[in-house]
């Protein structure tokens, strides 16, 4: 390079010009100013999340020292809040429930879904770990429910769901195993920037300890080494609506979002910055479960997961018909429900609705009775009632849909029935029904390794891992249900066991 | 920040750590290393298709001294191979033939293509400066056929074509016109990376001079500095098939690309390695018109464009029905076409054919009969028999289709009938059809000035322009035809303009 013809003095002035970049937003390079390291340690995991903890757990029981950063007030992230259901294709309950299913099944399953924008090698990845995945997290202490679900867009049920029903049954046990495992645990501490050597790895981060969310400048700077490299697990940006919006115009701020307030991105535009190879960043997945008649993931999208999905049926309101495979993967029942609008383009909200049989599961069900979000009727013609639906109409389709549940097969949509119930039994149940932003399926290109890859010339950036929802490309145009713990806990496993088995770079 | 508080020792250091950096492929930032540059102007302008002669024209006429630089070994880029055809809302020659057409109507046909992914504000600033930049063309010695075209996806015939079928016949006489106006113009002169300020401006460009595209580190490294700014104009990625299929795995080596060699995407990684705003990368525009039986472009899309689409039918060749409105936009028609395959995924490539009336301004007819990439049949029983089409079905859909176009109305798939004329008058031309990679929708985002946005806060990288392909975000989903010019010609202007009105930098 031609710089490297220039003189002492210009060293100097291109310091001064690398200080100067950093300031726009630009890549910190500082080279071996190694004693400026306020604390140096093997890996640093930053995010909280499924893949970050099983990042750091990963990494600390093959002997790293793990320094795990949290930006928020608390560990867990938007994983913590999500609904804790995980797609394991060969699990113990499904062989005691005589369900065959198999690595191989799970991926043609997301390769249908991602509608050929997904690598397939990265989903190899993961279908293959989620059985050792799950082991990883019972040994850990997470406990299941003792029954299979039947997520939308897999052909068999291959889902395991936490007691909790909640992410937070996985977050929570990782948190005091990663503490046992002498993990360094930090909430408030937010990464800014990334610190790379004279070739271009990198070895530590910029980080604002006691660092207050909503105040971007808040904390203290500082300088954290990496022997190791650094694993990047910090999610989504569901909740930037400045930058989703940039992507795609569609998601604006009428959209609201099912994620936690600090699935904002800053890691990934760090990592982009760097110049990390952009991937489908405007393949943004919409939750058709959820309700608009609350905030957030809510109480009715575990409802209708768990119970109006797979048991019961979705109508439009205007004609008392079935207008989607309930069960198709997110992408085709997000865009049909969208697509329920009146002439002057106003929501038309579809009712998703099961009887007292297909309910049972539904643990949210009370929660949402008593604020309102889920409504209870005596009889057929009441709920048709309330939601204005034709009620001849809303008799014949549950009846035809009965038929079909005896049957064995959807006439209409050809859904998969091997959960379906009859709708026969009273009391019916009831809700509204609007998509909310949900997960980013596209961020920064990795390899099989969780390397995260150049824009320039697609090879890894040395030091720099990233693991679950901000690694991008995997999943395609739509993410299957229970496919984000299944990503999350296997590339934040092998992202762990990659980054630990690096050399040690010498930093002191 | 922490490193100003360094010792001088550690800006050595870190400017070693800024030369690691470039040569990692991350961002030079060389600062005020004045003395260094070989040569210093107002304006840098990379690329010589459409958008970077109108820009190096604009700053030009606005009295800037304008250095245009071209990487291959002659200028026009894949623009001098396009088709010549330009999207005007509201040309004389419209005007003249009583087409009622207005920027708002080409607004609405590019939103509705856009399917939800398309910037209104860019789009805003395309459509009302095509006339003006018709103008442009028109007074730098440009010429059109005497004759509006009517392309798919646009709901009146606005197409203005050159006479020489190509996009030569603009970018030649713009070539012509900047070398009067006094732009230095150099070819094989490739630009490798930015050189930015101490306040991370772009203030020039390491430029390698005598390139060979062949042969990646050939020739001389310069450092070239702009006063007042860059403007990239470099086009698309189609032909670099790594990078696209990192993108999207199905746009793999199997897909042809209808674009010039050079379409391989340096600058763009440039800008995404600098901290640019990366925005739908994975839209890319398959061209529908093509034909597996040449190379590229080819003869056969200009021969479907203004001949067998506006005025012919395509059919399945199992079936001999049509399949698809031949004028729909890119996308819906790739999508079908695309779609036209057997049991086994293998192409059957679909045929599009004309009358002898139908047939009367496509120039490359002849070329196409003598390379025999388009078939002459006295009868459509041998078109038929040609290509295995069952005969009775197809003499049954022409007549139906004739029917429609007597009635002005396509009772099959809504078709406008505009351009369209009876299939009738022998002898019969058919050609064979299969998408290509055409066109990249996504790049880096600008805003309405032609300004290239940082990732991280979505504001102006300083001193960095961009226009034409090299720009995403505007189409969305899917380009219309003939959009390609008059994104180029405008945003081209639009970057000129802007880059020629910023203060000048001190760079002695």
Request: proline residues 4%; charged residues 20%.
């Amino acid at each position: 390079m031609q710089a490297l013809e220039s003189s002492r003095r210009n060293f100097i002035k291109a310091g001064l010009a690398a200080i100067g970049a950093l300031s726009a937003g630009g890549v910190t390079a500082q080279g071996k100013v190694n004693h400026k390291f306020d604390k140096i340690v093997d890996v640093i995991v930053v995010g909280s999340g499924f893949a970050g903890l099983a990042a750091a757990l990963e990494a600390a029981e093959k002997g790293a020292s793990v320094l795990l950063l949290e930006k928020m007030p608390v560990f867990g992230g938007n994983s913590a809040i999500n609904g804790g259901a995980f797609a394991v294709a060969g699990s113990p309950l499904q062989e005691k429930e005589g369900i065959k299913d198999s690595p191989e099944l799970m991926l043609q399953d997301m390769i249908k879904s991602g509608r050929g924008l997904s690598h397939v090698d990265l989903l190899k990845n993961i279908v293959y770990g989620t059985r050792p995945a799950f082991d990883f997290t019972v040994k850990y202490g997470v406990k299941y429910k003792p029954f299979v679900q039947h997520f939308g867009g897999h052909s068999v049920p291959r889902i395991m769901q936490t007691v909790e029903s909640t992410g937070g049954g996985i977050t929570r046990p990782l948190v005091e195993a990663a503490r046992k495992q002498g993990v360094d645990l930090h909430t408030s501490a937010a990464m800014e920037d990334f610190i790379r050597d004279e070739n271009g790895r990198v070895i530590g981060l910029v980080v604002r300890e006691k660092f207050n969310f909503l105040q971007k400048d808040s904390g203290l700077v500082l300088n954290y080494g990496a022997r190791k490299g650094i694993v990047i697990a910090s999610g989504g940006f569901s909740q930037n609506v400045q930058f989703r919006k940039a992507i795609d115009p569609s998601l604006d701020e009428k959209l609201e979002s099912t994620n936690h307030p600090g699935a904002t991105g800053e890691c990934l535009m760090a990592m982009l910055a760097l110049g990390a190879m952009p991937i489908q960043l405007d393949q943004i997945q919409l939750g058709p479960w959820s309700s608009p008649d609350e905030r957030g993931f809510g109480l009715v999208s575990q409802f209708n997961t768990i119970a109006g999905f797979p048991k019961g049926i979705m109508v439009d309101c205007r004609t008392g018909r079935r207008f989607v495979d309930e069960l198709a993967d997110r992408k085709a029942r997000s865009d049909a429900i969208l697509n329920q609008i009146d002439e002057n383009g106003k929501p038309v909200y579809p009712i998703c609705f099961v009887d007292s049989e297909g309910v049972k599961l539904a643990q949210t069900l009370k929660n949402g009775l008593k604020y309102g979000v889920i409504r209870k009727f005596d009889t057929l013609e009441e709920l048709a009632k309330a939601y204005g639906i034709p009620t001849d109409n809303l008799i014949k389709q549950v009846n035809e849909f009965n038929e079909y549940v005896r049957n064995g097969k959807d006439e209409q949509f050809n859904r998969p029935l091997a959960l379906a119930v009859e709708i026969t039994k009273a009391p019916f149940y009831a809700a509204r029904v609007w998509p909310k932003v949900h997960y980013c399926m596209g961020s920064v290109a990795i390899n099989n390794r969780a390397q995260v890859l150049n824009v320039r010339d697609l090879k890894p950036i040395p030091g720099l891992y990233a693991a679950g929802e901000v690694t991008g490309g995997t999943h395609g145009a739509s993410r299957l249900g229970g496919c984000a713990i299944a990503d999350g806990l296997v590339t934040g496993r092998t992202a762990g066991a990659q980054v630990a088995a690096e050399p040690s770079q010498n930093l002191s």
